[in-house]
T-cell receptor, first 115, second 116 residues
Framework: GAVVSQHPSWVICKSGTSVKIECRSL??????MFWYRQFPKQSLMLMAT?????????EQGVEKDKFLINHASLTLSTLTVTSAHPEDSSFYIC???????????FGNGTRLTVT | AQKVTQAQTEISVVEKEDVTLDCVYE???????LFWYKQPPSGELVFLIR??????QNEISGRYSWNFQKSTSSFNFTITASQVVDSAVYFC?????????????FGEGTQLTVNP
């Protein structure tokens, strides 16, 4: 089955630093990747939609300058949390799909803790 | 706008009991997809099922079964003879077509605890 790899699984960083999270589709080309954020005991909230070769589309309320998304190839999208603050601590999950309305395949998530 | 409601925040059952997780959705799209995902304590999302809006047949997969009722906009999930390993958060989700741009909207999730 389709596999999406997300790295790192967890990261602890100091306030003010930047953190990059990678999302790779291992056995298919993903035309679209999505980035979600999940706070403890809450649902997944879509942050942005990332299309290969074009700018990401951010959901309302998500700061594009703070959460930089790059989708440079059909198998890799990255999310960079810039100048991280403790309130950015969360579980970030990426997902990818081959085609419009193909099933979404999720990465294993990245638990970010900002101290 | 799309919306998914999982009214049951937490459910606790004893092993071998049957349990049904409710999901009600709202959408203006005529073509849409419904999903169930399982999220164990480790955090990853495990895909369980996808059903398109034109297929109202109920589905059974082992101990899992799904009841899709378009008339009531519901897509309920039943686990038969529950096991401790079924303990997880279960999310119902909706992906639409015309108006939603295929974005996946999740419900709030139901925490299922199966006690031995």
């Amino acid at each position: 089955g389709a596999v999406v790899s997300q790295h790192p699984s967890w990261v602890i960083c100091k306030s003010g630093t930047s953190v990059k999270i990678e999302c790779r589709s291992l056995d298919f080309q993903a035309t679209t990747m999505f980035w979600y954020r999940q706070f403890p005991k809450q649902s997944l909230m879509l942050m942005a939609t990332s299309n290969e070769g074009s700018k990401a589309t951010y959901e309302q309320g998500v700061e594009k300058d703070k959460f930089l998304i790059n989708h440079a190839s059909l198998t890799l999208s990255t999310l960079t949390v810039t100048s991280a603050h403790p309130e950015d601590s969360s579980f970030y999950i990426c997902s990818a799909r081959r085609l419009l309305n193909s099933p979404l395949h999720f990465g294993n998530g990245t638990r970010l803790t900002v101290t | 706008a799309q919306k998914v409601t999982q009214a049951q925040t937490e459910i606790s059952v004893v092993e071998k009991e049957d349990v049904t997780l409710d999901c009600v959705y709202e959408t203006r799209d005529t073509t849409y997809y419904l999903f169930w995902y399982k999220q164990p304590p480790s955090g990853e999302l495990v895909f369980l099922i996808r059903r398109n809006s034109f297929d109202e047949q109920n589905e059974i997969s082992g101990r899992y079964s799904w009841n899709f009722q378009k008339s009531t906009s519901s897509f309920n999930f039943t686990i038969t003879a529950s096991q401790v390993v079924d303990s997880a958060v279960y999310f119902c989700a909706l992906s639409g077509g015309e108006t939603s741009g295929s974005r996946l909207t999740f419900g709030e999730g139901t925490q299922l605890t199966v006690n031995p």
